[in-house]
C-alpha cells in the first residue's frame, strides 16, 4: 500500500520521488525531553544521527509486509483500517488450527501414555543428574631441561656445488661498492682540504695585505719623520732669527741710551765740583784749623772774662741792695717826715747811680755796652 | 643492493662515542639539552657529535642562535680533560668561521678562556691559542684580547711554552700589538722577542720579527727597540735563508730607522750591503720592504751618498710587476737625488 495523501503536496511526476515529504536528514533526538528547551536557547550545532541506531529508522527486509509505525493521533480511516486487519489474522490463524487435528481422545479404559521409542531410553527428569570430582596437582617439580629438538627430517637430500664464476663476477660486482667507499672517503677528504686551503688563502690574501699596508704605514711615517724635521729645523731657524733681531734692537738700544748718559753727563763733573766747592768741601786747613780751634777757645775766654764781670756786678747789685735795705730800716724807724724820705730816696737813688756809674767807668767799652744792655733790661 | 650513485647524504655515522642525532632542526637543541646533563658519559658524547657539526657555517649559525656558548662556556672549567679538550675543539673550529668569530667575542667566551693558559693538557692550551689567533684576526678580536689583560701571560707563556704554541702566541701578540704595545713593552716583551730571534726554527724567527715589526710601528715601540739594541740582530737576519725571516725582519727594520737614533744606528751596524743583496734579487717577497729600508737610510747624508752609486738598481725596479714595488722605487730615486 503506498500511503497517498494530499495530492497536490506530492512531487511532480518527473522527480523520483513520490512521498509526502522530500527527503532530508534527520537530527538527532535528544535523550531527554527536558534539554530540548535548553537546545533551542543556544542554537548548538545540528548533530546529524546516526540512522543505524536510530530508532526512527526501518531497518530490516524491504520485501517483507511492514506495518507502518502507530502515530500518536490515527485517524478514523487508519482505525478501521487496523481493526480489520486484527480480525482478519485472527479469523486466519482460527482456520489453520481447525485444518491440524490433534490425536483423538482416547478410548474407554485405556489411557494415553508418553513413551519413549528412540533406540536408548533416557530418564527424564526435572533434576539434572550432578557428580562432584575432584583433582590435585603435584608438587612443583623442575622444568626438565628441553630435549633438543631435531625436526624429522622431511623431503629429499639435494647437493650442488658453486663452481667459481658461476654466481658472480667479483671483480664486477666489487665495483659499485668501491666507488661508494672511496667516494665517499675522498669526499670527505676532499672537504677538509677544502676548508684549509680556504682559510690558507684567506691568510695568505690577509698577509699581502698586511705587507702592503706596512709598507704604505711605513712611508707614511717616513714622510711624517721628514716632515717633522722640517718643521723644526724652521722652527729653530726662525726662533734664531727672532733672537738676532732682539739682539740686534737690545744694542742699538744700548748705544743710544749710552750716548745719551754721555751727554747728559758731560757737565756733571763741573757742576759737582762746583757744588762741592759751594758747600765748602774743599777747604783751606790753616783757615779750618784756626776756626775750628782758636776762635771757640777765644770764644770761650771771652765768655769766662764775661762772666766774671757779670758776677761782680751782681755782688755789686747785692751789696748795693743791703746797703740800701739797711738805709731804709734805718730811716724807716723813726719817721721823722716824709720829705726827710722822699730826698733821702733821691739822693739815694742818685747816689746808687753814680756809684754804678763809678764802677761802669772802670769797665771796657764793650762791657759798659753790655750793662747798658743790662739796664735797660732791668729796667724794663 | 648497492648502486653506483652516491648519495646526497653522508654515509651512516655509527660511531658508539658520539652522541645519537635527532632529526633536522632539532639536533642542535637536544644537543644543548645533552650538554647541561649531569652524566659524564652523555656530555662527553654530546661534544662529540658537536665537534663533527661544527663544521658547517649553518650549524654554526643556529647553535649560536640557541645559546650554546653559555653552556660550552661552563663547560670549559670542568674537571674532566676530555670534555675540555673537545670544548676548546668546537670552539677553535667555530673561530673558524666569521660567524663563529663574531659569536664568541660578543658572548665574552675571551674572559672564560683566560683560565685554560695554564691548563695541564697539551691539547686544551693548543686549541686555547689557537682560539685567540684566529679571534685576533679581527680587530674587535684584537680589541677583546685586550680588554681582558692578556698580553702580560701571553708574553710570559712565551718563554715557557712547546713550539707550536710559541708561534701561535707570536701569532697573536702580532695582531694584537698592532693595536696598541704600551702593556707589552711593561710586560718585557721586547726582551723575550730578543731572544726568539735567535730560535733554530725558522717559523718562530720570522714571527717573532714580525711582532717586532708591529711594535716598532709605534712610537714607543721604536723608542724601546733603540734601546734594546734590536737593529743589530735583525740586520743579522737579513742574511737568513729562509726567505719567510727575511721579509719579516727588513719589514720590523723598515719601522724601526724611522726615527733618528734609529737610522744613525743602523748606518753604524752597515745596513746598507744586506739591503742592497735583498734588492738585486728578482723573485725575493723582501724587496718591498727592502726598498723602503733603503729609502729611509737615504734620508741621510751619509746614506745618499752611498746609495748614489747603486742608483741603477732601483732604476730596473720601475717596471716591476707589483705596483707596489714600482711607487717605491719612484720614491726611493726621488729621495736620492734630492738635493739641499
Redesign the interface.
Known amino acids: 500500500m503506498v500511503p497517498t495523501r494530499a495530492p497536490e503536496l506530492t512531487a511532480p511526476a518527473d522527480l523520483p520521488y513520490s512521498f509526502y515529504s522530500q527527503p532530508r536528514s534527520l537530527g538527532s533526538r535528544p535523550k531527554y525531553r527536558e534539554q530540548s528547551n535548553a537546545a533551542e536557547k543556544e542554537k548548538g550545532p545540528v548533530h546529524y544521527c546516526n540512522i543505524m541506531i536510530d530508532p526512527r529508522v526501518v531497518r530490516g527486509n524491504v520485501l517483507s509486509v511492514r506495518h507502518p509505525p502507530q502515530s500518536t493521533e490515527p485517524s478514523t480511516l487508519e482505525v478501521k483500517r487496523q481493526r480489520r486487519a486484527q480480525k482478519q489474522g485472527l479469523a486466519r490463524r482460527l482456520t489453520q488450527e481447525q485444518i491440524r487435528t490433534g490425536t483423538p481422545e482416547p478410548v474407554e479404559g485405556r489411557e494415553h501414555v508418553y513413551v519413549q521409542t528412540e533406540l536408548y531410553l533416557e530418564e527424564i527428569s526435572d533434576r539434572v543428574i550432578e557428580v562432584d570430582g575432584e583433582c590435585q596437582t603435584d608438587e612443583f617439580l623442575d622444568r626438565p631441561p628441553t630435549p633438543l629438538f631435531i625436526p624429522a627430517k622431511t623431503g629429499k637430500d639435494v647437493a650442488t656445488q658453486i663452481e667459481e664464476g658461476e654466481l658472480f663476477d667479483f671483480d664486477i660486482e666489487v665495483k659499485p661498492i668501491l666507488e661508494v667507499l672511496v667516494g665517499k672517503t675522498v669526499e670527505q677528504a676532499l672537504l677538509e682540504v677544502m676548508e684549509e686551503e680556504e682559510l690558507a688563502q684567506l691568510w695568505s690574501h690577509q698577509r699581502a695585505f698586511a705587507e702592503l699596508r706596512n709598507a704604505e704605514f711605513a712611508e707614511l711615517q717616513r714622510l711624517e719623520e721628514q716632515d717633522r724635521r722640517i718643521r723644526e729645523e724652521k722652527e729653530r731657524r726662525r726662533l734664531e732669527h727672532l733672537e738676532k733681531l732682539r739682539k740686534q734692537k737690545e744694542t742699538a738700544e744700548k748705544i743710544a741710551a749710552r750716548a745719551f748718559a754721555q751727554r747728559y753727563l758731560a757737565d756733571l763733573i763741573p757742576s759737582v765740583f762746583n757744588n762741592l766747592h759751594e758747600s765748602g768741601f774743599f777747604y783751606d786747613p790753616i783757615e779750618r784749623d784756626i776756626e775750628t780751634e782758636f776762635l771757640p777757645w777765644l770764644m770761650s775766654e771771652v765768655e769766662e772774662t764775661l762772666q766774671k764781670k757779670v758776677l761782680g756786678r751782681m755782688m755789686l747789685d747785692s751789696l748795693i741792695r743791703m746797703v740800701v735795705e739797711k738805709r731804709l730800716d734805718e730811716f724807716s724807724r723813726p719817721p721823722p717826715s716824709d720829705q726827710t724820705e722822699v730826698p733821702a730816696e733821691e739822693p739815694r737813688e742818685t747816689g746808687a747811680a753814680s756809684l754804678v756809674s763809678d764802677e761802669a767807668d772802670a769797665a771796657d767799652q764793650p762791657v759798659e755796652e753790655k750793662e747798658e744792655t743790662d739796664q735797660p733790661v732791668d729796667e724794663d | 643492493m ?3 650513485r ?1 648519495s646526497a647524504y ?2 651512516p655515522d655509527v660511531d658508539p662515542t658520539k652522541a645519537a642525532l635527532a632529526f633536522g632542526r632539532r639536533a642542535l637543541p637536544k644537543l644543548n639539552e645533552e650538554l647541561q646533563a649531569p652524566e659524564l658519559l652523555t656530555q662527553q658524547r654530546a661534544l662529540m657529535a658537536l665537534c663533527d657539526l661544527v ?1 658547517d657555517p649553518e650549524k654554526v649559525y643556529q647553535a649560536i642562535a640557541l645559546g650554546f656558548l653559555d653552556s660550552l662556556k661552563t663547560l670549559l672549567v670542568h674537571q674532566d680533560q676530555t670534555v675540555r679538550q673537545k670544548t676548546t675543539e668546537v670552539l677553535s673550529v667555530m673561530a ?1 668561521h666569521s660567524i663563529g668569530r663574531e659569536g664568541l667575542i660578543r658572548s665574552g667566551v675571551i674572559s672564560a678562556l683566560t683560565g685554560l693558559l695554564d691548563d695541564p693538557v697539551d691539547i686544551c692550551r693548543k686549541n686555547t691559542h689557537q682560539i685567540f689567533d684566529m679571534l685576533a ?1 679581527l680587530p674587535e678580536g684584537a680589541g677583546g684580547v685586550l680588554r681582558a689583560g692578556l698580553i702580560p701571560p701571553l708574553v710570559l707563556k712565551l718563554r715557557t711554552e712547546l713550539e707550536e704554541i710559541q708561534e701561535l702566541i707570536l701569532e697573536t701578540l702580532s695582531n694584537c700589538l698592532r693595536v696598541e704595545v704600551s702593556e707589552a713593552l711593561a710586560a718585557g716583551a721586547i726582551t723575550v722577542l730578543k731572544e726568539k730571534l735567535s730560535h733554530p726554527s725558522a717559523a718562530i724567527r720570522s714571527k717573532a720579527a714580525w711582532v717586532l ?1 708591529e711594535i716598532s ?1 709605534h712610537a714607543e715601540g721604536k723608542i724601546a727597540v733603540c734601546k734594546e739594541e734590536l737593529i743589530p740582530a735583525l740586520l743579522s737576519l737579513l742574511e737568513d735563508t729562509e726567505p719567510e725571516v727575511q ?1 719579516s725582519s727588513a ?1 720590523a727594520l ?2 724601526a730607522i ?3 737614533q734609529g737610522r744613525s744606528s743602523a748606518m753604524g751596524a752597515e745596513a746598507i750591503p744586506p739591503l742592497l743583496s735583498l734588492v738585486a734579487e728578482e723573485t725575493s ?1 723582501a724587496r ?2 727592502a726598498i ?1 729600508t733603503l ?2 737610510l737615504a ?1 741621510l747624508p751619509e746614506g745618499r751618498q752611498a746609495l748614489l752609486d747603486h742608483r741603477d738598481t732601483f732604476q730596473r725596479w720601475l717596471d716591476d710587476p707589483s705596483e ?1 714595488v714600482q711607487r ?1 722605487a719612484e ?1 726611493a730615486i726621488a729621495v736620492i737625488d734630492w738635493k739641499p
Open positions: 648497492a648502486t653506483p652516491i653522508l654515509p663544521h673558524l684576526k715589526l710601528s721579509v719589514g723598515m719601522f724611522v726615527t733618528p717577497k718591498l720592504n723602503k729609502t729611509l734620508e707596489a717605491a720614491i
